[in-house]
């Protein structure tokens, strides 16, 4: 079922998996991304440790620039920088970048269209005992509906790494959407990755489940799962959710003619709107949204929260089930 | 970083004049694309002409045929509302043709309610909502320093946006990052959109309050052409710190019924008669010189 030019993993459901956060991977990434390209600066706002970005304040002492708690100011002096020839990257927790500073990113980094990046870590609700208020659920809906804004939603660390070096080379300003917990290093080195393409990672024309970020492993066990009792899963892995692949999930939705999607994020304005947004116009087919369903999310272990929204295996596939019923 | 090419500005009383005349005719420009605009802010833009006058025809380095010239000063604004001083101030300039300010707010128009960098070359930024302007203006002044380049980077910001956070949190980063290539030149005429600033939210004493934050704060009289240039010139001298320059002026400046007046703050004149009244009262300077001499 697994298709092998996803180049995932070998021993894709074994316990011993390695896990490691996907703000580890964009650490990383904005270190390479640096090596590239000297115009590429990081700005923090007293989360350098926790958003990974230490790492390029030590390769590059002179490019790294702490900006203190203030993530409104964060927004518009990158945008500055970036008005000034800079490339710069942003990272806080999503809840405050984007999430406190929406209009200084519309304004200056959309409206302006300058190379504004940002990182939002700890989003989702897995970020589990800090709460709510540290839970970012809202951060899709926010910059998908930006104009000229890229968002990306990485699955694993490897391809958050492959997500921020591309983020660098995009003319204009890209949300790199990023999660606090350590989840399954799933893809590989040559796992294929582009912007606006969406991975189909298994075979199946009973249904599709279209996931962005950890929540594509949670897809594919449940795509495992729904094929001992014979149901062959298309599973997509949406990590562009804008620019969106509209020719993947359109074929996926006619070919398998039920859909369900996953995301760690309110389903109101997220990948699963996008989703939906599509396949009312191109190609009308019963679709299952499963995410946060209008509520914030609380103190809890991350697995603990993961099961109490939903966003695990088995209730992927009671969705999945479901959906095709509605065939 | 390396010496720029400053030298004090020297001026005679004979270029004062001469700008002070600049800055008459584009306070008439500045009502009639108003009027004809049918909306638009009136009292900051006629307020504001004698500082964007001595900006643009003396102050700054800059080049209208070459509007991206990297080694231009960069001029940004931040209440973007008052652009129409800007927009007529650039026509005079040569940036474009002075005939296009008829076209301000009109679709297809390069000259938006709010100015846009993606339709006008010339303009730094894109601004309206307040308190963004000056933070970019920081982070672009960063990085001048940061590429040892030349330039100097300004920004005119009213004095209604101090009360936004932002502005606050940038101030803080230009201090603490010593950006002494950055000057912000506040319009401390006193007004915002609804009443008087001391009412709305009080921000005296201001001068203390930028001190306190590490800048070089200087207090002028906005409509004095050689205090702007002096005060300009020493912000661009000064060597351990930004300089703010807080610049007192009056609203609606030329105009009897539209000085220090809120309601005229998001108005345009209502007609050409109301238009006649304020282009006569700018040409014989409130009656002190007759019509049409």
Same mark, same amino acid.
């Given at each position: 079922m697994i298709v092998s030019s996803a180049k995932l993993v070998k021993d894709l459901f074994a316990k011993t998996i390695k896990t490691e956060p996907t703000r580890n991977g964009f650490g990383r990434g904005l270190v390479e991304a640096g090596k590239r390209n000297v115009s590429v600066v990081a700005l923090c706002a007293d989360l350098s440790e926790s958003t990974r970005v230490l790492d390029f304040k030590h390769a590059f002492p002179d490019r790294y620039i702490q900006i203190g708690v203030s993530e409104q100011s964060l927004a518009a002096i990158a945008s500055g920088m970036a008005l000034a020839g800079k490339i710069p990257f942003i990272a806080s927790y999503a809840a405050f970048s984007p999430g406190r500073n929406w209009e200084q990113i519309r304004t200056t980094g959309c409206l302006q269209n300058v190379n504004l990046k940002i990182a939002g870590a700890h989003a989702g609700i897995s970020v589990g005992p800090d709460g709510a208020t540290h839970q970012m659920t809202e951060d899709i809906a926010l910059m998908r509906v930006l104009p000229n804004m890229t968002v990306l939603v990485p699955c694993d660390a490897i391809e958050a790494e492959k997500a921020t070096i591309a983020a660098a080379e995009i003319d204009g300003p890209v949300y790199v959407r990023l999660g606090r917990e350590a989840t399954p290093i799933f893809t590989t080195e040559k796992s294929p990755f582009e912007v606006g393409k969406a991975q189909v990672l298994s075979k199946g024309n009973d249904v599709a489940i279209i996931a962005c970020g950890p929540q594509v492993y949670e897809a594919l066990k449940a795509a495992r799962d729904l094929e001992k009792s014979g149901i062959e899963t298309r599973v997509i892995n949406c990590v562009s959710v804008k620019p969106l692949d509209t020719e993947t999930i359109i074929k996926a939705a006619k070919e398998c003619g039920a859909v369900v999607t996953v995301e760690e994020a309110q389903i109101a304005g997220g990948m699963g709107s996008a989703v939906c947004e599509l396949l009312s116009q191109e190609c009308p087919t019963p679709v299952i949204r499963m995410g946060m369903r209008d509520e914030f999310g609380q103190s809890g272990k991350p697995e603990e929260l993961l099961e109490h929204y939903h966003l695990t295996a088995p209730w992927i596939v009671r969705a999945a089930k479901s959906v095709m019923k509605r065939k | 970083m390396p010496q720029r090419r400053h030298t004090p500005s020297a001026i005679t009383d004979g270029d004062v004049r001469k700008l002070e005349l600049i800055a008459n005719t584009i306070r008439e420009d500045i009502l009639k694309m108003l009027l004809t605009a049918g909306s638009g802010h009136s009292a900051g833009p006629l307020g504001m002409a004698d500082i964007f006058t001595a900006l643009y025809f003396h102050i700054l380095h800059h080049n209208p045929k070459r509007p991206t010239w990297d080694e231009r000063d960069r001029l940004f604004l931040s209440n973007g509302h008052i652009v129409p001083v800007r927009y007529v101030t650039m026509a005079h300039a040569g940036?474009?043709?002075?005939? *296009? $300010?008829?076209? $301000?707010? #009109?679709?297809? !128009?390069? $000259?938006q309610g709010h100015p846009e960098m993606r339709f006008l070359p010339g303009l730094e930024n894109t601004s309206g909502p307040l308190g963004d302007g000056s933070s970019q203006a920081v982070g672009t002044a960063y990085v001048a320093k940061m590429d040892g380049s030349p330039w100097h980077t300004y920004c005119v910001m009213s004095d209604g946006e101090l009360e936004c956070g932002i502005t606050w949190e940038a101030a803080l980063f230009a201090a603490k990052n010593q950006l002494n290539n950055l000057t912000w030149i506040i @319009?401390?005429?006193?007004?915002q959109i609804d009443g008087y600033t001391e009412d709305i939210m009080p921000l005296e004493p201001l001068h203390d309050k930028f001190t306190a934050f590490g800048w070089n704060v200087l207090e002028i009289d906005g409509h004095n052409i050689r205090d702007i240039i002096n005060a300009c010139d020493r912000g661009e001298s000064t060597w351990e710190a930004p300089t703010v320059i807080i610049a007192h002026t009056i609203p609606g400046k030329g105009v009897s019924f539209m *000085?220090? *007046? &809120? !309601?005229?703050?998001?108005? &345009? &004149? #209502? @007609?050409r008669k109301e238009l006649g009244r304020a282009l006569r009262e700018l040409r014989t300077l409130n009656g002190a010189i007759e019509a049409g001499s």
């Open positions: - | 940036y474009f043709p002075v005939a *296009e $300010l008829q076209t $301000l707010r #009109k679709f297809g !128009s390069r $000259l @319009d401390r005429n006193n007004i *000085e220090c *007046e &809120p !309601s005229w703050h998001g108005k &345009p &004149p #209502k @007609d």
